[in-house]
């Protein structure tokens, strides 16, 4: 069982920087590979990026590459989503997902989600 909490999102101005952050708890969260998704008013949740467990593979959404990176610390039983240039249709509620590996189809824990906001 995993639980995750999300944090770090407000309201900030375009071009402006975020970092979002993800703590889980759970023994296993070390091998889990772990997501960030979003979800913007009256669209459809979206995935943004994920990483392996050991950090060595990243995968990005087109709409955000060269913009967002994602990191862990598994150490600190975390992951974090550093949001660059941002653009007022980044604005979304951004969830945090885990899976217990890659052949997983489908991101069975998630947290709350965190808001946030780009104004122009």
Same mark, same amino acid.
């Given at each position: 069982?995993?639980?995750?909490?999300?944090?770090?999102?407000?309201?900030?101005?375009?071009?402006?920087?975020?970092?979002?952050?993800?703590?889980?708890?759970?023994?296993?969260?070390?091998?889990?590979?772990?997501?960030?998704?979003?979800?913007?008013?009256?669209?459809?949740?979206?995935?943004?990026? @994920?990483?392996?467990w @050991?950090?060595?593979?990243?995968?990005?959404?087109?709409?955000?590459?060269?913009?967002?990176?994602?990191?862990? @610390?598994?150490?600190? @039983?975390?992951?974090?989503?550093?949001?660059?240039?941002?653009?007022?249709?980044?604005?979304?509620?951004?969830?945090?997902?885990?899976?217990?590996?890659s052949?997983?189809?489908?991101?069975?824990?998630?947290?709350?989600?965190?808001?946030?906001?780009?104004?122009?």
């Amino acid at each position: 069982q995993v639980q995750l909490v999300e944090s770090g999102g407000g309201l900030v101005q375009a071009g402006d920087s975020l970092r979002l952050s993800c703590a889980a708890s759970g023994r296993s969260f070390s091998s889990y590979v772990m997501a960030w998704f979003r979800q913007a008013p009256g669209k459809e949740r979206e995935f943004v990026s @994920n990483i392996t467990w @050991n950090g060595e593979n990243t995968y990005y959404a087109d709409s955000v590459k060269d913009r967002f990176t994602i990191s862990r @610390n598994n150490a600190k @039983n975390s992951v974090y989503l550093q949001m660059n240039s941002l653009r007022p249709e980044d604005t979304a509620v951004y969830y945090c997902a885990a899976k217990p590996s890659s052949t997983f189809k489908d991101y069975g824990y998630w947290g709350q989600g965190t808001q946030v906001t780009v104004s122009s």
